[in-house]
């Protein structure tokens, strides 16, 4: 089935909010058949649902529309407001200000994790922290060393206009992995400091010795 079909199928749906079955195979000028497949394919992946729609004479309609995972397929560009609005901030308040953000933000995060991660061995809470970043964008790859350490790497940056402008998000990100982890964490390479992906050296930490 032809991938630019199902995007024109998306495209509608975006533009028109909803549509029939019948109302896409006019506008696409193909069968109805033809319009079902591309729908079946569309809705296994998650990116359309049906509903029912109740018509004043005759059988309700079965109806189409994206969900909210289709749309993250369209452009949605926050990386200028977000940086307008933290440039207004310190314009107003300071630096100070938008690095209190940042912390406060850091601090949320981590008291979510650790509630996520409580009773995790070390091992464990690597592999949830990577699969959290996956799912948020970040395209990680982990990778084991030995037995005590892990590389992390982040192929891709959802923050990284943000994160040029103000480094402290950065900063924030290392220190959220160092406290949730209980690790030793350094950063090697930084997508937003013109590297081409993000690299973390996690090390458990070593236990304390006393003599």
Do not use: W
Not at 68 to 76: C, G, I, N
Not at 135 to 147: A, F, I, P, R, S
């Amino acid at each position: 089935m032809s991938s630019t079909t199902r995007q024109e199928i998306l495209t509608m749906l975006k533009k028109q909010g909803a549509l029939t079955v019948s109302e896409m195979a006019k506008r696409l000028d193909i069968t109805e058949m033809a319009v079902r497949r591309h729908l079946s394919t569309l809705e296994r992946d998650n990116l359309i649902e049906t509903f029912l729609v109740r018509q004043a004479m005759g059988r309700p309609t079965h109806v189409y529309r994206l969900t909210e995972e289709a749309a993250k397929l369209f452009p949605r560009n926050y990386s200028d407001l977000t940086i307008d609005f933290l440039k207004d901030i310190e314009e107003i308040e300071g630096k100070e200000k938008i690095d209190l953000l940042f912390a406060r933000r850091k601090d949320r995060l981590v008291r979510d994790l650790e509630h996520r991660m409580k009773d995790l061995s070390f091992d464990e809470k690597v592999a949830l922290l990577a699969e959290i970043q996956n799912n948020k964008g970040y395209m990680v790859d982990l990778q084991k060393k030995d037995e005590d350490s892990y590389v992390l790497k982040e192929y891709n940056c959802p923050i990284s206009q943000v994160a040029r402008e103000y480094n402290v998000a950065c900063e924030c990100e290392l220190q959220l992995f160092r406290e949730v982890l209980g690790a030793e964490v350094k950063r090697t390479e930084c997508y937003a400091k013109g590297g081409t992906h993000c690299i973390f050296m996690i090390e458990r930490a070593k236990a304390l010795s006393y003599s």
